[in-house]
């Protein structure tokens, strides 16, 4: 891999850390307010942690290409999800019904972005002996099973909502 190669995967590889942790603190809010969620609490807690599971394995592979972690950009992710909190959403205290329908939109498309990235790094594992291609698939098929959990709690919620 040549320099410049290299140079635009740490990019890549850090702007994807950035989203999972943004995806990462979601699914641990979503844990939070399952009694506002048509599903099990246990579902959801597996859920994150799988969510966190995935993140660990984006700084294995990080550290395996020798890709150094953007500290900047992961608080900024971070920073980022909490301010997200603040937005109006129509209710001063309470929580809005619309905050679990636009939380789990959001997750989906944190995991669909998750699941492109483990596409992309399986494509590459064919040219780089450091990836391992097995794990990745297994990444691709986790990131599938979260999707369509996710899908099929947002239409719950929206059917729900409105």
Do not use: C
């Amino acid at each position: 891999m040549t320099a410049k190669a290299h140079d635009l995967l740490a990019v890549y590889l850090n702007d994807h850390l950035a989203g999972s942790t943004v995806g990462t603190e979601l699914a641990r809010r979503l844990v939070a307010s399952a009694r506002h969620l048509p599903v099990s609490a246990a579902i959801l807690t597996e859920f994150a942690s799988q969510a966190a599971a995935d993140r660990t394995a984006l700084v294995q592979i990080m550290t395996a290409l020798g890709v150094k972690i953007q500290g900047y950009k992961v608080f900024a992710a971070w920073a980022g999800e909490k301010l997200g909190r603040l937005k109006p959403n129509g209710h001063l205290v309470t929580r809005s019904p619309l905050s679990s329908l636009v939380e789990l939109e959001i997750m989906r498309l944190s995991v669909e972005g998750k699941a492109a990235g483990w596409r992309t790094l399986r494509e590459l594992a064919e040219r780089d002996s450091r990836l391992d291609a097995v794990r990745l698939d297994e990444l691709i098929s986790r990131a599938a099973r979260q999707a369509d959990l996710l899908e099929s709690l947002r239409a719950r919620v929206a059917g729900q909502t409105f």
